[in-house]
């Protein structure tokens, strides 16, 4: 208490003692590849954010492009702001090195990151390279490109693994195969990443005009621009919403067209197809992950997670050795309380009140006296959160009155 000497009137501010909880970002892209300047800044997390700065930074006399340039391009192109580009050089790996920080390695220190992509690396290595960056860091989700030539849409429903080793007595010690390697005897090779809820997967690549030679049209993976599309969804709905039935800009046409049949196969494998519609154009017309657990089928649901958890972790770091007792655990209520019935507001939770959205509980259930004395404090918190409506069906029933059409969503 401040010591008061002179007769008078004064005045004290007091804290309120609410912090509140503020959302991260979620539309920071990295893009690890190869620059078409290969010497260019490589292996540094260079922040781009225009086209011009990229010009400048990764260009340079040269006039090819790369997989990394038109993933860049196309994630500014629909709407991406702000993005990291590592440049692995001309004999890189986007792995990384076992000595320093080189490819992936680099963005592990960029919190703002959210989403990863390798652009045109499709081989089994670089999908596990990129997942498990995603699956280590639990704060981002990767853009996977499927390889630019299918044999056919069944290889996509299959998970690509490395050549299988030469069996030995083998005649000429012939090794099992290429890439996808370990399948029956006479089945198609694989060619779909693994199982993640962390990674997402798309095809078929996209023909687009060459930025560095407009009059070209080329073949690029799609993963930029998907990124570029999750940054867009994102600032005008909010990362709940589903990044799909979104055009892809910039799109003069594909290298594939799925048909309705195909992707009744390919969808519930977690492959995310982009389809030609004749009315509407191009557009991204699914929102899965690669995981099969139905609870983090969904990107959004991923990604709405993902930014739960970092929003409460960065901004709750004021608990560390605060006094572990009942006044520390209504704080705690109440900050969580507070962010997630903004959350709630803003249509990312499920629920007519915010008692069917969410629930947190941090008291003394869940803190009992061995918690404590491990110098920890613990919090429950449960969310329902919006779920896309992925199929509409529309039932027509027909009577003496007449016809009546009723749709609904599942």
Not at 40 to 52: D, G, L
Not at 262 to 286: K, S
Request: net charge negative; with cysteine; hydrophobic share 40%.
């Amino acid at each position: 208490m401040p010591t008061y000497l002179t007769p008078g009137i004064y005045v004290q501010e007091v804290s309120g003692g609410v912090n509140p909880i503020e959302s991260v970002g979620t539309a920071t892209a990295g893009f690890v590849g190869v620059a078409p300047d290969a010497t260019a800044h490589v292996n540094e997390a260079v922040p781009i954010e225009n086209w011009t700065q990229f010009r400048t930074r990764f260009v340079g006399d040269a006039t090819a492009s790369t997989p990394l340039s038109h993933a860049v391009f196309g994630f500014l192109r629909n709407g991406g702001r702000r993005c990291y580009v590592v440049n692995v050089g001309p004999d890189g790996s986007i792995a990384g090195a076992a000595r320093g920080r080189a490819g992936l390695q680099v963005l592990e220190g960029i919190d703002e990151i959210a989403i990863v992509a390798a652009p045109g690396y499709t081989d089994a290595a670089a999908y596990e390279a990129v997942l498990g960056h995603c699956e280590t860091l639990q704060d981002r989700v990767a853009v996977l490109d499927a390889p630019r030539e299918v044999s056919s849409t069944n290889a996509l429903t299959r998970v690509v693994t490395v050549a299988a080793p030469a069996r030995a007595g083998a005649a000429g010690g012939a090794a099992g195969g290429a890439a996808g390697g370990g399948e029956e005897e006479g089945e198609e090779p694989g060619l779909r990443a693994r199982e993640s809820s962390y990674g997402s997967y798309y095809f078929p690549w996209l023909q687009v005009a060459d930025p560095l030679a407009p009059q070209s049209v080329v073949e690029v993976p799609p993963s930029g621009h998907v990124a570029g599309i999750w940054a867009r969804t994102d600032g005008r709905r909010g990362v709940h919403k589903a990044p799909a039935n979104e055009v892809v800009m910039g799109a003069l046409g594909l290298t594939y067209r799925v048909t309705d049949a195909e992707q009744a196969e390919l969808n519930p494998r977690g492959v995310n197809c982009i389809r030609f519609f004749a009315r509407e154009g191009i557009r991204v017309w699914g929102a899965r992950t690669l995981a099969s657990d139905p609870s983090w089928r969904y990107l959004n649901v991923r990604r709405l997670f993902n930014m739960i958890e970092e929003s409460i972790a960065e901004s709750t770091r004021w608990i560390v050795f605060e006094p572990n007792d009942v006044t520390l655990w209504k704080s705690i209520r109440r900050d969580v309380t507070a962010f997630l019935t903004r959350l709630w507001r803003d249509g990312a939770l499920m629920g007519t009140t915010p008692d069917e959205a969410f629930f947190v509980q941090c008291d003394a259930e869940t803190n009992p006296p061995e918690v404590i004395d491990a110098g920890e404090v613990h919090t429950v918190i449960g969310v329902a959160p919006v779920k896309p409506a992925e199929f509409i069906v529309f039932r027509i029933s027909q009577s003496a009155v007449g016809a009546a059409l009723a749709s609904e969503g599942e």
